[in-house]
Structures are given as C-alpha cells and as structure tokens.
C-alpha cells in the first residue's frame, strides 16, 4: 500500500528565486549592536571595578631604620586616589544598573527610548570616569617622574610596587573610557538609522 503524489512541474521557472523563509525583517543589525553592547557593558563593569579595586588596595610600607619609624604610601594619603576609587565604584554601579536596560534593547530593538536613556548617562558616566583618571594619572606621572622645579621627588624608587598598582588601576580606568565611548557611538549609530 502506497501514496503517491503528482506534482507538475511548471515551465515558467526559468530565472526565477523561490522564497523558503519569510520576509527578511530589516533593522536586523540593531539587534547585533544591542548584543554587542551588553558584552561591552560587562567588559566595563570588569575595568571599572578591577581600577576601583586595585587602587583601593594600593599600599606599601617602607621599614626605615627600626620597626617604629616606617614609610607608608596608600592610596587615601592621596585625595586624588580617593576620588579616582569612589567615582570608579560609582562608573562601575552605574554600568550593572545600565544592564536590564541594554537587555531591553536586545529583546526590542527598534525601542529608542532605552537606547536614548543610556546614551545621556553613558555620556554623564564617561565624563565622570574621564576625570578620575586624567587626575589620578597626573599624580601617578608625579609619582614616577617628580618635578624638578618644585622639588618634588619620584617616590616610584622606593615604593615600586605602589606605583605598579596605581598605574595599573589608571590604565584600567582608561580601556572603561574607551569602553563608554565606543558604547555611545554604537547607540548613536542605533538611534540614528531607522
């Protein structure tokens, strides 16, 4: 017991494409900005929070002569240290919360409001991070190099390891700034094509 079917062939399909999928849906590629731009946001939270971390935990202790008479460099003897830690901590506060917002612009893509919020506190954020780190690389650049006409030493001499993390901390600072601007100019491009 068989079935079988006849289907005609037609003679007319000469240069002609068959269809097998639906319509394709343009706008396509905001859907791929919308991802890209979460696994950058996580890439920032890491940067930011690894900056705030290492120049939180920046310190050395240099014996001088007895166990009593010590030199300490920390990263709260410096007040511009302490700005770069609090305001890195709140870039990278700003980024987690930032995070369900850029998932709303993954699952609707064609949405402007979302994109449209984040671009305003991506630009606040990245102004914020921009400023800790020019600063907190001003003094890490002291800390190196010193100023010969205000006798100010180079401290790097002798506490090689404090100047190794505040650098490493400011470096970080700065791959969230490039981070943060890369994100706004892909929401940029995200908002300005429909």
Known sequence: MSTTIDVP?????????????????????????????FILRLGAVAAALGAAATMGMSDQTLPFFTQFFQFEASYDSFTTFQFFVISMALVAGYIVLSLPFSIVAIIRPHAT???????????????????????????????????QDTNWLAICNQFGD?????????????????????????????LGRH
């Open 113 to 147: 409001g979302p994109r449209l919020f984040l671009i305003i506190l991506d630009t606040v954020f990245l102004t914020l991070a921009t400023s800790s780190g020019a600063s907190a690389a001003a003094i890490v650049y002291l800390a190196h190099n010193g100023n």
């Open 162 to 190: 404090f100047c190794a993390q505040t650098s490493g901390a400011v470096v970080s600072s700065f791959v969230t700034v490039v981070i943060l601007v890369v994100l706004i100019v892909m929401s940029a491009l995200a």
């Open 9 to 37: 062939e037609s003679s007319n399909t000469k240069g002609k494409t068959i269809l097998l999928g639906g319509p394709a849906r343009s706008g396509g590629w905001k859907k791929g900005i919308a991802i890209m731009d």
